[in-house]
């Protein structure tokens, strides 16, 4: 018997490179990490595909229509809309993936009003206003997918930091489900995605400095990571390419009756059922 890929080492997909051709889709904050590995994955299914970030694009990636705007504001979100809408004349797959959060440490009293609302913004109001101004298209074509990143927090808050994130999450992944309520019976999908830890190039930076303070090696700092989420069974973190597929899984005609669902994709962090 074969003793097959070894534990940690990166998989090669294989995929149809026709199966979103015709397809119009935007990906927010699709510059980096996920949403960059997103981006290159539905381009290279045949979509056209739009994304958007706070800071410029760099060189060489895979984006169709690149808009510089920051969707936690609405002035933001009314110009990502419009564009697109000049530009392709709406879309056929929204992938809502901007989120994070840069509130300070030291619990939930270290936490403002203004911590607080840029977390919802950010991680909430930035796809339920998106999903306002690029669904009536969606309705009138009755055909459409939208995807919106969540993650486990929450359902594993962290009262560290990252709380206000959490608890956006928790509204996010509602709201996603009483959405696909609505816009099902007239073709619209609409599922979210929960990663894990997923060691993106600023999870790596994150681990590069954290074995530095710490006078351990890298290895050592990822583990400390992965204890502190309680473990990932699998032994490792997940990857951006990995979401990436989970996502163009959720957006093909492969999962034409997945619908109203969360999926996710965390090595098995989530302890219950």
Do not use: C
């Amino acid at each position: 018997m074969s003793a097959g890929r070894p534990v940690g080492e990166p998989r090669q997909f294989s995929f149809d490179p026709t199966e979103f051709a015709g397809k119009r889709a935007l990906v927010t904050g699709g510059t980096k990490g996920m949403g960059e590995a997103i981006v290159r994955r539905l381009a290279a299914g045949g979509a056209t595909v739009a994304t958007t970030a706070r800071s410029p694009m760099s060189e060489g990636q895979a984006a169709k229509l690149f808009l510089q705007a920051d969707i936690s504001t609405r002035e933001g979100v009314d110009m990502v809309i419009r564009e697109v809408l000049d530009h392709l004349g709406g879309v056929d797959i929204l992938v809502n993936n901007v989120g994070g959060s840069s509130a300070p440490s030291g619990g939930v009293l270290a936490l403002g009003d203004e911590d607080w609302q840029h977390a919802i913004d950010t991680n909430l109001f930035a796809a339920v206003r998106l999903d306002r101004g690029l669904l009536p298209g969606m309705l009138k074509r009755r055909s459409g997918v939208i995807i919106h990143i969540s993650s486990i927090q929450r359902r594993l808050p962290l009262f560290e930091a990252t709380l206000a994130y959490a608890a956006a999450k928790a509204a996010l992944t509602t709201y996603s489900k009483g959405l696909s309520k609505e816009v099902g019976p007239i073709g619209v999908r609409v599922n979210s995605v929960a990663p894990g830890f997923i060691e993106t190039a600023a999870a790596q930076r994150l681990i590069a400095r954290l074995a530095a303070s710490s006078g351990t090696d890298e290895a050592g700092a990822r583990q400390g990571l992965m204890d502190s989420l309680g473990g990932i069974p699998i032994g490792r973190p997940g990857r951006p390419e990995e979401v990436a597929e989970l996502v163009a899984f959720l957006v093909s005609d492969r999962a034409a009756s997945i619908h109203g669902s969360e999926y996710v994709i965390d090595g098995g962090t989530v302890p219950a059922i």
